[in-house]
């Protein structure tokens, strides 16, 4: 017989054990320190196991009576399995749903990512995975039923989605399991199930004629001044696009032409810092003029409190006559890796570092902020410098 005292003193193993109290309850101890009551029972010949709640949640007090409660029913020849899973569909209990639990992970999670990201995030499962499973009581989805969400993507010819459904589907049901209200990940095991993804890379013009006929264009655009200014700022800073339109005056000192982002806006949560070229700071005093009272550099045209959308960039590239296989906001940056490196020779982890990738030193530690500041001052404006020489080369006739 087990006590209160012997179940909190058992310890974690390398593998599950099990600790037993009688009449078939038992408990698991996991390798996580998660303890699982368990009730096995025999009906009809066959032996099979029912979930009691686990430890402290479900006292054993609790789990005791709970055992009872179904050796009562199978003394009636009731299998108290199968008379819970009845008891739960016609419940519908809420607050076990794929839909409330993806809202609770989300809710929780959502102020370690980008606003970007967690907008995108939730838009994929309200697509992708509530129509299906939001109903459903997360004890009720095994791994059959995720394969069938995913397959319905994989069939619309969306790969790269599929993989990204699979992944938050994964750490939703991993937060469950976590959190003591799932036994196992039911989305664990189906990373093969879906063909690879196709890798592809953002559009971007890397040569450097072209380039200099991009910047002419940008130069030429007739658009309202904020989507201007930030599409001329684009190259020069190459930010990622979500960076730069979040971007915020209190973020921003002129007199020492710096930008620093703070770690809640970057993909890798650590705080980064942009020098400003010369170009790049009276762009930013001439738009100061017009966005200086609000809060964003880059604010929405309907509201100041909003920053301009995802999507004005791309659109304003499309206006000029650049396709999406062309050019793209994010392209920027590989446009800059390119020719930093192959035209202006700057050393590579100099140009990782702005670009804000993770970047070691040879002993394996990660550089902070600050390091190569100088080197990517002195490069930053360089860039610009010979970005202008670019945009005013006179093209061949």
Same mark, same amino acid.
């Given at each position: 017989m087990l006590?209160?005292?012997?179940? /909190?003193?058992?310890?974690?193993?390398?593998?599950? $054990? @099990?600790?037993?109290d009688g009449n078939g309850l038992f408990l698991i101890?996991?390798?996580?320190?998660? /303890?699982?009551?368990?009730?096995?029972? @025999?009906?009809?010949?066959?032996? @099979?196991?029912?979930?009691?709640? *686990?430890?402290?949640?479900?006292?054993?007090r609790q789990a005791r009576f709970n055992r009872d409660e179904a050796r009562l029913m199978l003394g009636k020849g009731i299998d108290p399995s199968?008379?819970? /899973? %009845?008891?739960?569909?016609? &419940?519908?209990?809420?607050?076990?749903?794929?839909?409330?639990?993806?809202?609770?992970w989300h809710t929780r999670f959502k102020d370690k990512w980008t606003p970007g990201h967690a907008k995108r995030l939730w838009r994929t499962l309200e697509k992708d995975a509530l129509p299906w499973l939001g109903k459903r009581s997360v004890t009720d989805i095994n791994p059959v039923d995720v394969l069938s969400v995913l397959r319905r993507v994989e069939e619309r010819g969306a790969i790269e989605t599929a993989h990204r459904v699979l992944s938050i589907i994964n750490?939703?049901?991993?937060?469950?399991?976590?959190?003591?209200?799932?036994?196992s990940n039911p989305a664990r095991d189906l990373t093969g199930a879906l063909p690879p993804a196709r890798?592809?890379?953002?559009?971007?013009?890397?040569?450097? @004629?072209? %380039?200099?006929?991009?910047?002419?264009a940008i130069d030429g655009y007739q658009g309202d001044i904020v989507t201007r200014t930030a599409l001329r700022l684009a190259p020069l800073v190459f930010v990622r696009p979500g960076e730069l339109r979040?971007? !915020?005056?209190?973020?921003?000192?002129?007199? &020492?032409?710096?930008?620093?982002?703070?770690?809640?806006?970057?993909?890798?949560?650590?705080?980064?810092?942009?020098?400003? &070229?010369?170009?790049?700071?009276?762009?930013?005093?001439?738009?100061?003029? %017009?966005?200086?009272?609000?809060?964003?550099?880059?604010?929405s045209l309907r509201t100041k409190q909003?920053?301009?959308?995802?999507?004005?960039?791309?659109?304003?590239?499309?206006?000029?006559?650049? *396709?999406?296989?062309?050019?793209?906001?994010?392209?920027?940056?590989?446009?800059?890796r390119t020719l930093l490196d192959e035209q202006l020779g700057f050393p590579p982890d100099i140009i990782e570092h702005q670009l804000a990738h993770a970047v070691r030193?040879?002993?394996?530690?990660? $550089?902070?902020?600050?390091?190569?500041?100088?080197?990517?001052?002195?490069?930053?404006?360089?860039? &610009?410098?010979?970005?202008? !020489?670019? /945009?005013?080369?006179?093209?061949?006739?």
């Open positions: 006590t209160a005292a012997s179940i /909190k003193a058992a310890r974690p193993k390398e593998k599950p $054990y @099990k600790m037993h101890i996991r390798p996580n320190d998660k /303890k699982w009551w368990r009730f096995r029972y @025999k009906l009809g010949g066959k032996t @099979k196991e029912l979930s009691m709640g *686990t430890f402290p949640d479900t006292s054993l199968i008379t819970r /899973k %009845v008891l739960r569909t016609e &419940s519908s209990n809420a607050s076990e749903t794929f839909a409330v639990i993806a809202k609770e750490q939703i049901m991993r937060y469950t399991v976590q959190t003591g209200r799932l036994e890798v592809t890379h953002h559009a971007a013009i890397t040569e450097p @004629k072209k %380039v200099g006929e991009l910047l002419r979040h971007a !915020e005056w209190e973020e921003i000192d002129l007199a &020492s032409a710096t930008w620093e982002i703070p770690a809640n806006k970057m993909k890798r949560r650590l705080p980064h810092i942009v020098p400003l &070229s010369s170009q790049a700071v009276t762009l930013l005093e001439d738009i100061q003029a %017009v966005s200086g009272m609000s809060g964003y550099v880059f604010p909003k920053p301009i959308s995802e999507n004005t960039i791309n659109a304003a590239l499309r206006r000029l006559g650049f *396709t999406k296989d062309k050019m793209t906001g994010h392209g920027f940056r590989a446009m800059a030193d040879p002993l394996g530690r990660a $550089y902070n902020r600050t390091q190569h500041l100088a080197a990517r001052r002195e490069m930053m404006q360089k860039w &610009s410098n010979y970005l202008d !020489e670019l /945009k005013n080369t006179k093209p061949i006739r």
